[in-house]
C-alpha cells in the first residue's frame, strides 16, 4: 500500500511542477502587445514587414524589426481589407490557448499517475499481496473471553481421538519423532456425514497442543478468476509454514479435491484442477521435519481425487461415525454444561429416543429445548422441553392454525389409528410412543415409535412387520370409512422402497435368491453404483416386490377387520384428544378386548368407565 501512496505522490508533483512551467514559459513568450488601432495605424503608414496570422492573433513585425501582436476583432472584415500582395503574410489556425494546454497536461498527468498505481508492481507481487491478506485471515484468533476448544469439548467420537492423539504428542514435541528418523505425518483426512464433529476435532488438536490453527473452506479457494485459488493454496502454506508448527484445516475439500474427472461446468474445472495441482505440490514439498500438519474434512470421500490419498498427502483417513447410545449421552452431557437443566431431566432417555442424531443435531437438540423452556418462561429445561424440541426438529413445528375440517379429521384419526394398532398387535416391532392428528411440518397426523437400541441391521420380519405397518393407515381408511385417501402418498412409498431393499440389496426373497442387484447408499458414503441385470430379472423383481407388499397389505386388513372395535374406540378417541401416548393406548387396547370378550359373552366387562377415556 505504501508503495502506491508514494508514486501517486510523485506523479502529483511532477504534473504540477509541469503545469506551473508551462504557464511561465507561456508568460516569457509573450510578445508586446499593440492595440488593433495602433495596428491598424500601422499597416496603413506601410511601416509593416511580415504579418502572421494565429487564429485571431496577429503577429507582425515592424520596420525596426521588432516583433508585436496585437488581436484582430473580425479576421474577415480584415481580410478583405488587406492587400496580401503587398505585404509579406502567412497563417496557421489558432493555438490551444493557455488554460487548454495546462488542463491537457494535467489529464494525462492524472491518467498516468492512476495507471502507475495500477501497473507500477509486478504482477505476481500485486496477487500476492492480496493473498498474504486472505491468508492471515485464515488464522482462527479467539475473541476475547472465549476459551479454547480442546478435546474435553469433544464427547462420543473416543476411537477418533485416540486415533489423533498422536498428532498431538507430534506437535507438541516435533523432536521426540525425528529423534528416531521417523517422518512426520502430514495429511489426515476426517470424513463422515456432515455434523458429526469434524470441524470440532481439527480445533481441538491444535488446541490441545497449543498451535497456531489456520481454518480454510475447499469453497474459499474456487474463486472467479483462474489461478487465484492456486496462488492462494501456495500463500497459505507459505503463511502457515512460517509459524510451524502449525495446522492447517481444510473443510470441505472435495470443493477442490473432486475426482479430477468429474468436471463441473466450464472454466470452473480447470480452476479446481489447479488448485487441487498447487495443494498436491505444496505437499510433497513438505520437507521430513515440516511441522505444518494439514487436515481435511469431506462427507464426500467417494468423489475424492485418488491422488490426494497417496502417500505423503493425506495418506491418513479417519472415519466420524454418528454417535451410538453411549455417545449420544456424552455428547449431550457436554452440552448440557452450557444450559440450566431441571431436576426431572435424564438424559439417557433423551440418548435413546435421538437414534441416528449427530453431535450437530444433539447441540441443536439442547439449544432448541433451552429456547422453549425459554419461551414458557420457566426456571429450567424440563424433560418435557427436551420432548417437544425432538418432535420438532424431527418433524417441524405444529401448525396449530392450520384448519382442517371434520371429515379429513376423521380420516385422519381412522388412519393413524391404523397404524398404530398394527404397530400394536404385530411382533418383533418398536413399541408406540405416541399417536397424533395434529399437522406438524409436512405430515398430517402421525404415529412415532420408539427405536429401543440403535438398530445397524434389520431382520426379514421386523421389516415385514414395517411394512405393514405403512399400509396400515390406507386399510383403516378403507375398512371403517369405505375410502381411500391421498394423504397415504408417504406411507405407500416408503413400503415400496422397503420391499425393493428387501429384494435388490438385501437377497431376502427366496425366489430371487441371495443376490445384491444395486448397492447400498451407504449412508454418507453416497454413490449408486447399479448392477447390470437382465430384462427377465427385473420383471421378476417387479413381480416380488408386488407379492411382498400385497401380502403384507393382507395381513393388515385381516388384522384391522378383526379388531374392528378396537380400531374405531381408538380413532374416535383421537378426534376428541388429538394425541395419544403409549399408556393411553394400553387403556384403550385393554377396554376394547373386554368389551369384545363381553360382547362373545365369555366374560364379565372389566372396564365400564373410569378408565376408559373414551366412548367406544
Ligand atoms: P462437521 O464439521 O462434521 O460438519 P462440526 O464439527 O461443525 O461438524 O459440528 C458442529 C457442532 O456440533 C459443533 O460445534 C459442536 O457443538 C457439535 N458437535 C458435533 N460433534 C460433537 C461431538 N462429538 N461432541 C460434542 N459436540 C459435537
Ligand atoms: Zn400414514
Given at each position: 500500500m505504501a508503495r502506491s501512496f508514494y508514486i501517486s505522490f510523485a506523479t502529483i508533483i511532477i504534473t504540477c511542477l509541469g503545469a506551473f512551467a508551462i504557464f511561465i514559459w507561456h508568460i516569457e513568450h509573450r510578445l508586446p502587445n499593440v492595440s488593433y488601432s495602433e495596428f491598424v495605424n500601422s499597416l496603413e503608414q506601410n511601416e509593416i514587414r511580415k504579418i502572421h496570422l494565429r487564429g485571431n492573433e496577429v503577429i507582425f513585425v515592424d520596420q525596426h524589426n521588432r516583433r508585436l501582436a496585437s488581436f484582430i476583432p473580425d479576421i474577415a472584415a480584415f481580410m478583405a481589407e488587406l492587400?496580401?500582395?503587398?505585404i509579406e503574410m502567412s497563417a496557421e489556425p489558432r493555438p490551444l490557448a493557455l488554460w487548454q494546454l495546462i488542463v491537457t497536461f494535467l489529464a494525462a498527468g492524472f491518467t498516468l499517475m492512476i495507471m502507475a498505481i495500477a501497473w507500477g508492481q509486478p504482477r505476481s507481487q500485486r496477487q500476492e499481496e492480496s493473498t498474504s491478506e486472505f491468508a492471515r485471515d485464515k488464522v482462527v484468533r479467539l475473541a476475547p473471553g472465549e476459551r479454547e476448544v480442546t478435546f474435553?469439548?469433544?464427547?462420543?467420537i473416543p476411537e477418533a481421538k485416540e486415533e489423533l492423539q498422536e498428532i498431538i504428542d507430534f506437535l507438541k514435541n516435533p523432536k521426540l519423532f525425528s529423534r528416531l528418523g521417523a517422518s512426520s505425518p502430514k495429511g489426515i483426512l476426517l470424513q463422515g456425514?456432515?455434523?458429526?464433529g469434524k470441524t470440532l476435532l481439527a480445533r481441538a488438536i491444535a488446541g490441545e497442543a497449543q498451535v497456531p490453527f489456520y481454518s480454510i473452506s475447499g469453497?474459499?479457494?474456487?474463486?472467479?478468476?483462474?489461478?487465484v485459488g492456486a496462488s492462494r493454496v501456495r500463500d497459505l502454506f507459505k503463511e502457515a509454514k512460517k509459524n510451524s508448527p502449525c495446522i492447517i484445516f481444510i473443510d470441505e475439500i472435495d470443493a477442490v479435491?473432486?475426482?479430477?474427472?468429474?468436471?463441473?461446468?466450464?472454466?470452473g474445472q480447470d480452476e479446481r484442477g489447479q488448485t487441487l495441482n498447487a495443494l498436491l505440490v505444496e505437499m510433497d514439498g513438505f520437507?521430513?521435519?515440516?511441522t505444518t500438519i494439514v487436515l481435511a474434512a469431506t462427507?464426500?470421500?467417494?468423489?475424492?481425487?485418488?491422488?490426494?490419498?497417496r502417500p505423503g498427502r493425506f495418506d491418513r483417513q479417519i472415519t466420524i461415525h454418528p454417535p451410538d447410545l453411549k455417545g449420544r449421552l456424552k455428547i449431550l452431557a457436554v452440552h448440557a454444561t452450557l444450559v440450566e437443566l431441571a431436576r426431572d431431566v435424564d438424559l439417557a432417555e433423551i440418548a435413546r429416543k435421538?437414534?441416528?442424531?449427530?453431535g450437530a443435531e444433539l447441540a441443536n437438540l439442547v439449544n432448541e429445548a433451552a429456547l422453549i423452556a425459554a419461551r414458557n418462561d420457566k426456571d429450567g429445561i424440563y424433560e418435557s422441553d427436551f420432548h417437544a424440541a425432538i418432535e420438532r426438529i424431527m418433524m417441524?413445528?405444529?401448525?396449530?392454525g392450520m384448519v382442517i375440517n371434520a371429515d379429513e379429521r376423521r380420516t385422519m384419526a381412522y388412519h393413524e389409528a391404523g397404524h398404530a394398532i398394527l404397530a400394536r398387535l404385530l411382533p418383533n416391532t418398536d413399541p408406540i410412543q405416541k399417536i397424533s392428528i395434529i399437522p406438524r411440518g409436512k405430515a398430517m397426523g402421525h404415529t412415532q415409535q420408539q427405536q429401543l437400541t440403535d438398530r445397524y441391521t434389520y431382520n426379514k420380519e421386523y421389516l415385514l412387520n414395517w411394512i405393514t405397518i405403512l399400509l396400515a393407515g390406507r386399510a383403516a381408511e378403507k375398512i371403517a370409512l369405505t375410502q381411500q385417501t391421498s394423504g397415504a402418498e408417504d406411507d405407500l412409498l416408503r413400503a415400496t422402497q422397503i420391499a425393493t431393499k428387501m429384494v435388490?440389496?438385501?437377497?431376502?426373497?427366496d425366489q430371487i435368491?441371495?443376490?445384491?442387484y444395486s448397492r447400498a447408499e451407504e449412508g454418507f458414503l453416497g454413490g449408486e453404483s447399479q448392477m447390470v441385470f437382465s430384462e427377465f430379472t427385473a420383471r421378476e423383481i417387479d413381480k416380488t416386490v408386488r407379492r411382498l407388499v400385497t401380502e403384507c397389505n393382507k395381513i393388515a386388513h385381516a388384522t384391522l377387520q378383526s379388531h374392528r372395535s378396537f380400531l374405531k374406540h381408538l380413532a374416535e378417541t383421537l378426534l376428541q384428544t388429538e394425541t395419544l401416548d403409549s399408556e393411553e393406548l394400553e387403556i384403550i387396547f385393554e377396554c376394547s378386548r373386554t368389551k369384545k370378550l363381553s360382547e362373545d359373552g365369555t366374560n364379565t366387562p372389566l372396564c365400564e368407565s373410569s378408565s376408559c377415556l373414551a366412548a367406544g
Open positions: 492587400d496580401a500582395s503587398r474435553r469439548d469433544v464427547a462420543g456425514a456432515p455434523g458429526t469453497s474459499d479457494f474456487v474463486e472467479m478468476f483462474v489461478g479435491g473432486a475426482h479430477r474427472s468429474l468436471g463441473s461446468g466450464v472454466g520437507s521430513r521435519y515440516d462427507n464426500r470421500p467417494d468423489i475424492l481425487d485418488p491422488a490426494l490419498r435421538t437414534p441416528g442424531f449427530t417441524g413445528a405444529e401448525r396449530k435388490c440389496q438385501w437377497g431376502m426373497d435368491g441371495p443376490l445384491a
